[in-house]
Nanobody
Framework: QVQLVESGGGLVQPGGSLRLSCADS????????MGWFRQAPRKEREFVAL????????DYADSVKGRFTISRDDAKNTMYLQMDSLKPEDTAVYYC?????????????????WGQGTQVTVSS
């Protein structure tokens, strides 16, 4: 059973860094393509980044490219999102998600399993 739990959110100043983690207590992370999504107040949930099962495909939203880095450690059943050069517009609840589909993609509807979310606030 897939059970995703995010951690690592918090309050950070503009230009700062945070590392989010997504742990799967069901120890099945290796079976899935994994993604990060975020939802800011009064906005729709949006794609942030994805990493395929074997990590040979990595994709980022244009708004975070060059600042965020997604990675996974299946031995630890954990996925990460390193966020650098944070901006106020990065403020949102960040969700990790798992997709069992054949191919990884940005569509949230293809992700069957979701964590509860972790708040990231970028403010001075």
């Amino acid at each position: 059973q897939v059970q995703l739990v995010e951690s690592g959110g918090g309050l950070v100043q503009p230009g700062g860094s945070l590392r989010l983690s997504c742990a799967d207590s069901g120890r099945t992370l290796y079976r899935f393509h994994m993604g990060w999504f975020r939802q800011a107040p009064r906005k729709e949930r949006e794609f942030v980044a994805l990493i395929s099962r074997t990590a040979n495909i990595i994709d980022y939203a244009d708004s975070v490219k060059g600042r965020f880095t997604i990675s996974r450690d299946d031995a630890k059943n954990t996925m990460y999102l390193q966020m650098d050069s944070l901006k106020p517009e990065d403020t949102a609840v960040y969700y990790c998600a798992a997709s069992p589909r054949l191919q990884p993609n940005r569509l949230s509807s293809d992700y069957d399993y979701w964590g509860q979310g972790t708040q990231v606030t970028v403010s001075s």
